[in-house]
């Protein structure tokens, strides 16, 4: 069975119709997950993209890896997705976006050269790239955003873009009434079309890259494979070609879920994001009834694209044979609470998309169906490895399979789901006058409460999603709900308790250890030899060969 695991960046868990949208509708998402499930409570280990990323990528909690930021680099030897799977025979590609930058000084410590096999898997993140791109070619007076090799500039260009960015120049940008770039950077122009033939736009363009992926492993007989798809859209620039760019108006935008009495004594933190740029922008209301459209568009650009890679896989009666996941690294707010981007913890931002296809007959009887379990990012990697016939090892990995839940069973499931946020390089934590070790956050979950703990000496937050399904009434304002917060603190404490160091030995080498040193001659702390066999002692028994002491 071959995996194919996709990922949109900044997609919404909600901005699909099979899980509710009231206009947006996204028939090849639903397509999925009528042959597979939905995981209704699917939750990301942070709401940075690469940090996300890194998770997902290792099974492994944001502090256990450590790349807490985007550009943190993810340290030299961290074992990866395709670390594990290839150990049991299945090659593990990338096609698209990873946020993950190498560890190049740990690389040069250990004498890896970037060039090698092994020093190119670990500058991308485990993976062998068919093709690498992080899709934000930004320029300005400094240079590039990202300095490396743009695959998809170079199409555009071979394609006769012209520009010596055309990311930025065309897919990005569209025409004002003056025949002026209108950039796509500013949210006034999210309602143009993007001044770039719609097959020649990000989407479509990897789409076809995992198309030939796909068509080159059937010709070369490859497999069993993994192959990495990630798509950089629906994440800004919010701006779409034509025909998407119109599909959807004002009309549509939903009335944001904010109210007033969230900016009544606001936790710190959440005040100093309610005033960020990007959160008064969509704080307003004509950038709110430009942008949504636009991110729609994206996302129904998406879901046509999807469907052309089932049909491919339906053409090529490779469907039976291939395992579905469709995903996103984190949410957006889109001025819900207030805020723009993610960051936070409320569910538009931490909360993710998850549908799993699993064509083996084993999981015939959940198809079509949803689970409410606590589900994690880091979950993929484990069931990755367990699909594919690998023993999870669960002193690397933090995250459980999943194909238990596919395949109908009840497992001892976790109590709760933990993110982190790590805001040192931000401005908020400058504004909140923050060391850069206090600018962290954790959220807990427990299926009802949701607990925000920060660093810094500020008060938690608390929200019961039972009786508040939006999150707007913040419990930790007052005095009324210390056992809530005890649980959950107890919850916390019991998580940040967790044993995720000790990578290099399992508990199974461990027990095989226990008692080997005595059949090797380390006897220590005997009184007189009788509380070993004598088998243990035979090496230390019998007449001296030579006397070296007077008696």
């Avoid at 999870?392 to 497992?411: C, D, M, Q, Y």
Wanted: glycine fraction near 8%.
């Amino acid at each position: 069975m071959n995996i194919l695991f996709i990922m949109y960046d900044q997609l919404r868990f909600d901005y699909l119709s099979c899980a509710g949208h009231p206009h947006l509708q996204t028939p090849h998402f639903d397509r999925v997950a009528a042959k597979g499930v939905r995981f209704t409570n699917a939750y990301a280990q942070s709401t940075i993209c690469g940090a996300s990323r890194m998770s997902f990528y290792t099974g492994r909690y944001v502090s256990s890896h450590g790349a807490a930021w985007n550009g943190f680099p993810l340290r030299v030897g961290e074992q990866t997705l395709g670390d594990h799977l290839r150990k049991i025979g299945m090659d593990c590609w990338l096609i698209g976006k990873t946020h993950m930058k190498a560890d190049a000084e740990g690389m040069a410590r250990l004498g890896l050269a970037p060039d090698s096999e092994i020093g190119a898997r670990q500058a991308e993140c485990g993976f062998d790239a068919w093709i690498r791109d992080d899709g934000l070619w930004g320029a300005g007076p400094d240079g590039f955003y990202d300095e490396k090799r743009s695959p998809y500039n170079e199409y555009l260009k071979s394609k006769g873009y012209e520009s010596e960015n055309p990311w930025a120049d065309y897919a990005n940008a569209g025409i004002d009434a003056q025949g002026n770039k209108a950039s796509g950077w500013m949210f006034a122009n999210a309602d143009k079309p993007a001044n770039i033939r719609e097959e020649d736009s990000e989407t479509p363009w990897l789409t076809r890259q995992t198309i030939d992926f796909m068509e080159h492993a059937t010709a070369e007989g490859k497999g069993p494979w993994c192959a990495h798809v990630s798509f950089i859209k629906p994440h800004w620039p919010y701006i779409v070609p034509a025909p998407y760019h119109n599909m959807f108006g004002p009309a549509h935008v939903p009335v944001p879920v904010r109210a007033a009495r969230e900016r009544e004594d606001p936790h710190p933190v959440f005040g100093a994001y309610m005033g960020n740029k990007i959160a008064t922008a969509f704080q307003r209301e004509d950038v709110r009834n430009k942008v949504i459209p636009a991110y729609m568009g994206l996302i129904k650009q998406c879901d046509d694209q999807l469907g052309v890679l089932l049909d491919h896989l339906e053409a090529q009666d490779q469907l039976k044979d291939t395992m579905i996941v469709l995903t996103s690294d984190h949410g957006d707010y889109l001025g819900d609470h207030w805020l723009g981007e993610k960051d936070l913890f409320h569910d538009p931002s931490v909360k993710i998309p998850m549908i799993v296809f699993d064509p083996r007959v084993e999981a015939d009887a959940t198809r079509g169906t949803t689970n409410d379990a606590l589900v994690e990012a880091i979950d993929l990697v484990a069931t990755f490895i367990d699909a594919a016939g690998g023993d999870v090892p669960k002193h690397i990995v933090e995250g459980r399979s999943l194909v238990p839940l596919l395949n109908g069973e009840t497992p001892q499931w976790r109590e709760v789901a933990v993110s982190e946020f790590d805001y040192s390089p931000t401005p908020q934590g400058m504004k909140l006058g923050l060391e850069p070790s206090d600018c962290r956050l954790f959220m807990v979950f427990d299926g009802r409460y949701k607990l925000m703990h920060a660093m810094g000496g500020f008060r938690p937050m608390l929200f019961d999603l039972e009786t508040d399904p939006d999150e707007l009434d913040d419990l930790a304002k007052g005095d009324r709900h210390d056992a809530i917060l005890d649980q959950m603190y107890a919850h916390l404490a019991h998580w940040g308790r967790r044993n995720a160091q000790r990578v290099t030995k399992s508990d199974e080498d461990i027990k095989n250890m226990r008692g080997k040193s005595l059949r090797k001659g380390i006897l220590p702390f005997l009184v007189d030899g009788s509380e070993v066999p004598d088998e243990l002692l035979a090496k230390y028994s019998g007449p001296a060969a030579q006397r070296f002491v007077d008696d």
